[in-house]
């Protein structure tokens, strides 16, 4: 059964605390990327990964850190340095970047306490 | 600047009637383009895409229109159910303009 899991769904942090959220995939796609929505907006492109062991800032990175050492597995990393973590994360892959559809995980709703 | 954008942050139709969805950008470089659906708390799943090489592309009651002069795509729904209601999101990718691009998503009630 293929799919894209992000673990956990709600995830609760104090203020100051780094969080790292998980993101694994079985679909054997070479891209990954990171999104965050913010309630009545857009998605927004947190960091990319077109490929093992290489990651490309997306439109808002500052705060935010990824790595890429397998295949199936994009951790982000919300730091204390980001100003306003609080927000639904959602992660996705798809087989490459540019043409194809990508691939949604279930999110997961980070709240800053 | 964004470069895609969703003009009607809300649309509102009754049951069987055709729900019409608009898509602007700005990127001449975008070649490919992508309608997704997204319940809320949920992540979103892949609808319908159309290549720069078609005007149009339909699958059962979707039908996607893009017109390239204008930059313009539009995502058609007949006829409309109330499970269509969710919000959509347009996107633009390409070989050469790379990562898709999101826009900010209209949400679409159909009413019974």
């Known amino acids: 059964d293929g799919g894209i899991t992000q673990s956990p769904k709600y995830l609760f942090r104090k203020e100051g605390q780094n969080v790292t959220l998980s993101c694994e995939q079985n679909?054997?796609?070479?891209?990954m990327y990171w999104y965050r929505q913010d309630p009545g907006q857009g998605l927004r492109l947190i960091y990319y990964?077109?490929?093992?062991?290489?990651?490309q800032k997306g439109d808002i990175a500052e705060g935010y850190s990824v790595s890429r050492e397998k295949k199936e597995s994009f951790p982000l990393t919300v730091t204390s340095a980001q100003k306003n973590p609080t927000a639904f994360y959602l992660c996705?892959?798809?087989?490459?970047?540019?043409?194809?559809?990508?691939?949604f995980g279930p999110g997961t709703r980070l709240t800053v306490l | 600047d964004q470069q895609v954008k969703q003009n009607s942050p809300s649309l509102s139709v009754q049951e069987g009637r055709i729900s019409i969805l608009n898509c602007d950008y700005t990127?001449?470089?975008?070649?490919?383009f992508l309608w997704y659906k997204k319940y809320p708390a949920e992540g979103p799943t892949f609808l319908i895409s159309?290549?720069?090489?078609?005007d149009k592309n339909e699958d059962g009651r979707f039908t996607v229109f893009l017109n390239k002069s204008a930059k313009h795509l539009s995502l058609h729904i007949v006829p409309s159910q109330p499970g269509d209601s969710a919000v959509y999101f347009c996107?633009?990718?390409?070989?050469?303009?790379?990562?898709?691009?999101f826009g900010d998503g209209t949400t679409l009630t159909v009413k019974p």
């Open positions: 996705a892959s798809s087989i490459r970047v540019g043409s194809d559809e990508q691939f």
């Open positions: 679909l054997n796609h070479d891209a």
């Open positions: 990964s077109q490929i093992v062991n290489d990651f």
């Open positions: 990127n001449s470089m975008f070649d490919y």
């Open positions: 159309i290549s720069s090489i078609k």
């Open positions: 996107a633009a990718s390409g070989a050469i303009a790379g990562k898709s691009t």
